[in-house]
């Protein structure tokens, strides 16, 4: 079992940043990738980013790449998100998440344990 919460959301304007921080406890945390999501009202959770659990093949939505950095500290049992030149489009909660698979995946149903989010709101 793993439990993962997350932290660092708040209140930005445009072209700020912010880094999210997901924090996990249980055992075997070194051994899971990790990803990122987001849901904004009335929208789908959607895929940000994901990174293996050596932290290599990080892997980005296309709406967040070049603005957006998945990290982990596995001594820390962390993972990061900083982001960069925030937009109101990028106006969500966050949720961090687990998985089991060996390869970074990009769809939710991957993924087995989920944290209770964060909000980030970006006003323009």
């Known amino acids: 079992q793993v439990q993962l919460i997350e932290s660092g959301g708040g209140l930005v304007q445009a072209g700020d940043s912010l880094r999210l921080s997901c924090a996990a406890s249980?055992?075997?945390?070194?051994?899971?990738?990790m990803g990122w999501f987001r849901q904004a009202p009335g929208q789908e959770r959607e895929f940000v980013a994901a990174?293996?659990?050596?932290?290599?093949?990080?892997a980005y939505a296309d709406s967040v790449k070049g603005r957006f950095t998945i990290s982990r500290d596995n001594a820390k049992n962390t993972v990061y998100l900083q982001m960069n030149s925030l937009k109101p489009e990028d106006t969500a909660v966050y949720y961090c998440?687990?998985?089991?698979?060996?390869?970074?995946?990009?769809?939710?149903?991957?993924?087995?344990?989920w944290g209770r989010g964060t909000r980030v709101t970006v006003s323009s």
């Open positions: 998440a687990a998985t089991f698979s060996t390869v970074v995946p990009k769809s939710s149903l991957s993924y087995t344990y």
């Open positions: 249980g055992r075997s945390f070194s051994s899971y990738g």
């Open positions: 990174i293996g659990w050596s932290g290599t093949m990080p």
